[in-house]
């Protein structure tokens, strides 16, 4: 008699706690965290097996509460509560969504920069990791972004070449084939230059529109992204001095490097730029070496350049590229070493003068060009 007493009572303390673990949902508790869709679209479903059933599609940038998660078959999923009119409540998938502790990393981000005007645009050519920090730890990724998400560029950072890529296992040089590092060392042994795609990785520092992802900043790996450069002067680029920056200096609007669009309307540019030689100062490299204004003729329906660096010289520059002024007077400043290792801040006078763009550079610019090596 008395086993059978234990027995019901060990059965009750069961039901009981199984029952109270299936009542610790959002409806008592409430939710432990809120999150935003990232994906396009994405569906809550009934639960986290692979025959569940979808409950609710839900769209980037709307706000879901987070009641619980968990990982299956190595995939995190998260129990979330919709703002629709029936409250729907399900499962959706950790990848289609950002928590609220880390798109506040993003927007931090963003507000170091929020008052700096854009340097360039760029194109991801396959999906890979947004981060809050220029490089590989896997514990600052903030979101994975899809193939073809468009940006604005707005600083850079070059890091010591690693071997690996993003998302990929390190790669092992085949058979009778040397190591990029090894081809560097060879090439110092021969005396030719450093290149600057070998020596370093390039991260950039990257703006988003609300259309592509929730979190508006954070960094890219260079190796899989593509500079936007607008379809119009891309043809002035030169195989041996590749664009870096560019801004309109003919358009007062917030777009000035055409992000998102590559076939902006012919107008008038300043253009900053760089060859690939490695060529650090007190181990910082210059973010470009030569300076282009180039004007659209709509007349003649042809580009003509304003102004440009001189012939076979380069400076030692560093961003940002600042422009300001309105309609046709504008003026844009970069920073230029001096021959004595300063960093001094240059402005360049753009005006109109019988329908003619023209440039007035700094009386001194001289001093700053230096004979290309």
Sequence with gaps: MKLKFLALILFTAALLSQTACSLIDGSVLGPTDTATVIAKTAQIRTSYAVVAADLLEVKRGERLDVL????????????VRAYDDALTEG??????????????KSRAIAEEFKEQAPQAAGV???????RSSPDLNPENVLLKLANGSTFEIVAWKFVQ???????????????????????????????EPDKIDEKYDIWYQVRLDPSVSPAPAGWLFGRQVELQVPSDIVFF??????????????????NKVGAGDKSLAPGSWVILAR????????????????IMVLAFDKYDQSYYTVWKSSPNTEVWGRLPLRVDGKGDNKTFTVTLRNPSGQ???????????????????????????????
Excluded: C, H
Aim: without cysteine; hydrophobic residues 30%.
């Design 161 to 191: 070449k690693e071997e690996t890529a993003e998302d990929d296992i390190k790669a092992q040089p085949k058979p009778g084939k040397k190591s990029k590092n090894a081809e560097i060392e060879a090439a110092k042994e021969a005396g």
């Design 275 to 290: 060859n690939n030689l490695s060529k650090p100062i007190d181990g910082v490299e210059p973010d470009f070496d030569y």
């Design 68 to 79: 619980d998660e968990f990982e299956y078959e190595k995939v995190r999923w998260y129990r």
């Design 343 to 373: 960093m001094d801040e240059k402005r360049f006078v753009v005006f109109k003068d019988k329908n003619r763009m023209k440039v007035t550079p700094p009386e001194d610019i001289a001093q700053y060009e230096t004979k290309s090596k």
């Design 237 to 254: 680029q030169q195989n041996n001095r590749k664009f870096t920056t560019w801004q309109r200096l003919d358009s007062d609007s917030a």
């Design 91 to 104: 499962w959706i998938e950790a990848q289609n969504v950002i928590t609220s502790g880390t798109l506040a």
């Design 124 to 130: 991801i050519r396959s999906g890979t990791n947004l």
